[in-house]
């Protein structure tokens, strides 16, 4: 190849959601206000858990994290959504599209090993309660965090590599809102079958894998809670699981239709409303999900406002 085939594209433009001035201006507001929400949401959940010992267990400890991932991956994305909908347009230079796709795609694959790993600190802590202490002390969660992390961002570098080894040419235009891998791998010139294969196998890992952990160990929470006599564990059992449930239905749902299930036929529109869900709603929804119907962390905020309203006396 050429070096001139790997320079007929100098950026990428990117269509957005919608090219009407009107709506443009509408959305601004909106994903400024979601990301505002998001932002305090998460935060909020990350000082609870530091600063009330109630909340120092393994479950809020893995929360904490996926509140930092969904931080981190909103600001990597909305702020240049809010920017190219200010400007009524989205030029990314081709390096300034390969960081943003490896920050998002670090972070995305990050919250769906932790989600599995959330799921099996469930298992154990119902199903083996017993031996949960022992299992899932300090040093396990933090190297099972540390894992999501590490294995995140290194299995991310692969797919970006691979998809920027690509001579790109034509328009340049992505009908999308960021630079998502599968659409920016379309405007490559060259063969992709080997790339695709393997982002496809990469994906494959990183979101069925989790998703085989979470299934299997809600299919054993689920027989376990079955044999239980007591009213109240079974309440608590499917309190603490379902808010977890929720989450890994919005997160797998969509990632999974994007990177897994085949695209050929499927309108782009509809991808760029399919990732709206996992890159503006999800997160926003994180924080809302696991403190609604959460007792411990109802009576965290309680403490919090009583604390601040006596001081304010004083």
Same mark, same amino acid.
């Given at each position: 190849?050429?070096?001139?085939?790997?320079?007929?594209?100098?950026?990428?433009?990117?269509?957005?959601?919608?090219?009407?001035?009107?709506?443009?201006?509408?959305?601004?507001?909106?994903? *400024?206000?979601?990301?505002?929400?998001?932002?305090?949401?998460? *935060?909020?959940?990350? %000082?609870?858990?530091? +600063?009330?010992?109630?909340?120092? $267990?393994? %479950?809020?400890?893995? @929360? $904490?994290?996926?509140?930092?991932?969904?931080?981190?991956?909103?600001?990597?994305?909305?702020?240049? %959504?809010?920017?190219?909908?200010?400007?009524?347009?989205?030029?990314?230079? *081709?390096?300034?599209?390969?960081?943003?796709?490896?920050?998002?795609?670090?972070?995305?694959?990050?919250?769906?090993?932790? @989600?599995?790993? %959330?799921?099996?600190?469930?298992?154990?802590?119902?199903?083996?309660?017993? $031996?949960? &202490?022992?299992?899932?002390?300090?040093?396990?969660?933090?190297? @099972?965090?540390?894992?999501?992390? +590490?294995c995140g961002f290194f299995g991310s570098v692969i797919c970006v590599f691979l998809t920027f080894t690509h001579p790109f040419c034509g328009s340049g235009l992505?009908n999308h809102f960021i630079c998502e891998l599968p659409m920016v791998l379309k405007l490559a010139c060259d063969d992709t079958l080997i790339t695709e294969t393997?982002?496809?196998?990469?994906?494959?890992?990183?979101? *069925?894998?989790?998703?085989?952990?979470?299934?299997?160990?809600?299919?054993?929470?689920?027989?376990?809670?079955?044999?239980?006599?007591?009213?109240?564990?079974?309440?608590?059992?499917f309190s603490t699981c379902g808010s977890h449930l929720a989450v890994v239905t919005l997160f797998y749902g969509t990632t999974t239709f994007i990177y897994i299930?085949?695209?050929?036929?499927?309108?782009?529109?509809?991808? #760029?409303?399919? &990732?709206?869900?996992?890159?503006?709603? $999800?997160?926003? @929804?994180?924080? +809302?999900?696991?403190?609604?119907?959460? #007792?411990?962390?109802?009576?965290?905020?309680?403490?919090?406002?009583?604390?601040?309203?006596?001081?304010? #006396?004083?």
């Amino acid at each position: 190849m050429g070096a001139e085939n790997f320079t007929s594209i100098t950026e990428f433009i990117l269509v957005g959601l919608s090219s009407d001035h009107e709506i443009q201006n509408l959305l601004f507001v909106v994903i *400024l206000l979601i990301y505002t929400v998001t932002l305090v949401g998460n *935060l909020g959940i990350i %000082m609870l858990v530091l +600063v009330d010992s109630r909340l120092h $267990t393994p %479950m809020y400890f893995f @929360l $904490t994290h996926l509140s930092g991932m969904e931080i981190c991956y909103v600001t990597s994305t909305i702020p240049q %959504m809010l920017a190219h909908l200010q400007a009524g347009h989205g030029g990314l230079s *081709l390096l300034r599209c390969a960081l943003q796709m490896y920050v998002a795609l670090s972070l995305g694959s990050a919250e769906a090993l932790l @989600l599995g790993v %959330m799921a099996y600190d469930r298992y154990l802590a119902i199903c083996r309660p017993l $031996t949960y &202490a022992t299992a899932m002390g300090r040093w396990r969660q933090f190297q @099972l965090a540390s894992a999501c992390w +590490v294995c995140g961002f290194f299995g991310s570098v692969i797919c970006v590599f691979l998809t920027f080894t690509h001579p790109f040419c034509g328009s340049g235009l992505i009908n999308h809102f960021i630079c998502e891998l599968p659409m920016v791998l379309k405007l490559a010139c060259d063969d992709t079958l080997i790339t695709e294969t393997i982002v496809f196998l990469l994906a494959a890992v990183v979101i *069925l894998g989790p998703l085989s952990v979470i299934l299997t160990s809600y299919g054993l929470i689920l027989f376990s809670v079955s044999q239980m006599q007591s009213a109240r564990g079974l309440r608590k059992a499917f309190s603490t699981c379902g808010s977890h449930l929720a989450v890994v239905t919005l997160f797998y749902g969509t990632t999974t239709f994007i990177y897994i299930v085949p695209q050929s036929g499927t309108s782009p529109d509809n991808e #760029k409303r399919i &990732a709206v869900f996992y890159v503006v709603v $999800t997160p926003l @929804l994180n924080p +809302v999900i696991y403190t609604l119907r959460n #007792k411990d962390v109802h009576e965290a905020i309680a403490k919090v406002v009583r604390r601040l309203g006596f001081e304010q #006396k004083n």
